[in-house]
């Protein structure tokens, strides 16, 4: 390969970058406007879920009840003095999520030691805050019961002299003991990214010359292909690497996720993640023969494989087997737990060794296979 040719192709490459407006605004204003809906647009965290409660009871040991579910911060009451049918009737029709039934005779089923039936009505619609509801409904229940139930055992306890509490619980969360769904998000976003720019990037600077009519000239001049892929590739890839600079400063700056970890560990292996990406822009190249097409190609093959199969929302061993398999040939499998590991738990190789190793198999057989493709274009 002759040098000079190569960074002939580079130069080239960048002038037309820096003169085409829409392929600069791509490249930063996608990742940024990506980065805004996905953090600020999914979330695991379920709060303020709006409550319609029927307190038909209106005694001290009921509003203690209800204390308990407003003071927890996941519920807000709308609207006070409600009977069950409004409350039922708010539910209906989508003004709140769960609607809270308090019996009359609460107070003195209490005395009485009776169970009490509190009833909790769901929007199962949403499903997903529907289970999250229910979850906490159960524990704050629980919590009532046990307070409820202690202060007559820790009295008994106290007469006999024996300690209260026999059981002293103490619980740890590792890595991300905030829970903020923005600590497990801003690394999968990183991902994902990365993986569309690359290859939407490529792909488009290439079929840009055959839209142009000057891919005839490139076929019929001296420079062989794997000197106009590096050439091609070359200002793509420092793009492309770019962005991931300006989403890890944002996610540091705007959304408070410092990386734990080696800062460049993690950047030698994202240009291991990057050439896989590329390899993929390489191959779309190769069949699409529009930008329009290039760019749905792109985003077919990286976009939803990157979400669906990388384990970026949902857990890849929840997958049939079959999906889980298919997942092993998708480069942001691997990627997205080295930059988890790296970004919350802040180990090293020793921790994802056989991840990068199949990250590193995936980018070389894109590569290959992508020069090859395109050498017989070329040909």
């Known amino acids: 390969m002759r040098k000079n040719v190569i960074k002939a192709i580079i130069k080239k490459e960048f002038y037309q970058i820096f003169r085409d407006k829409r392929t600069l605004a791509l490249t930063f204003a996608l990742p940024l406007m990506m980065m805004v809906i996905f953090s600020y647009g999914i979330r695991f965290d379920v709060d303020s879920i709006r409550v319609a409660i029927a307190d038909q009871s209106d005694t001290v040991q009921s509003r203690d009840l209800i204390s308990g579910f407003l003071s927890s911060g996941y519920f807000m009451r709308i609207d006070n003095n409600l009977s069950p049918s409004e409350a039922k009737k708010m539910l209906l029709q989508g003004d709140v999520a769960v609607a809270m039934i308090i019996p009359p005779d609460f107070a003195s089923n209490l ?37 409820l139930i ?13 300690q209260y509490p026999p059981l002293n619980l103490s619980l740890r ?50 420079v062989k292909s794997s000197e106009f892929i590096i050439g091609k590739i070359a200002p793509y890839t420092i793009l492309a690497f770019a962005d991931m600079l300006l989403i890890i ?19 030698l292996i994202s240009l291991i993640y990057l050439v896989s ?27 939803l494989p990157s979400i669906f199969f990388s ?42 060794w056989l991840d990068l190793v199949m990250l590193s198999l995936l980018a070389i057989l894109l590569l290959l296979l992508s020069a090859k493709k395109f050498k017989k274009s070329l040909d």
Do not use: C
Not at 211 to 218: A, D, K, V, Y
Not at 327 to 352: D, E, H, Q, W
């Open 111 to 147: 005395k009485r030691g009776r169970t009490n039936p509190v009833q909790f009505i769901l929007d199962g619609v949403d499903s997903n805050t529907a289970n999250i509801s229910q979850g906490y409904i159960k524990a704050i229940t629980l919590q009532y019961n046990s307070k």
């Open 311 to 352: 384990g970026f929302v949902f857990p890849i061993s929840n997958m049939p087997i079959f999906l889980q398999w298919l997942s092993m040939i998708v480069p942001a499998r691997y990627f997205m737990n080295i930059v988890r590991t790296i970004y919350l738990k802040g180990t090293g190789l020793t921790t994802f």
């Open 173 to 222: 969360v590792l890595y991300n003991p905030e829970l903020r769904s923005n600590n497990f998000i801003i690394p999968g976003i990183i991902v994902i990214i990365m993986m569309l720019m690359g290859a939407i990037l490529t792909s488009l600077s290439i079929v840009k010359e055959k839209e142009l009519g000057s891919f005839e000239n490139i076929i019929s001049s001296p």
């Open 249 to 267: 400063l944002v996610g540091w700056i705007v959304f408070n996720v410092p990386i734990k970890g080696s800062i460049p560990l993690l950047l």
């Open 277 to 303: 990406t590329l390899g993929i822009g390489i191959l779309i190249s190769t069949i699409a023969q529009t930008q329009q097409v290039a760019l749905l190609g792109a985003m077919v093959a990286t976009f």
């Open 150 to 162: 202690l202060s007559k055992i820790k009295a008994m306890m106290k007469m006999k002299g024996l």
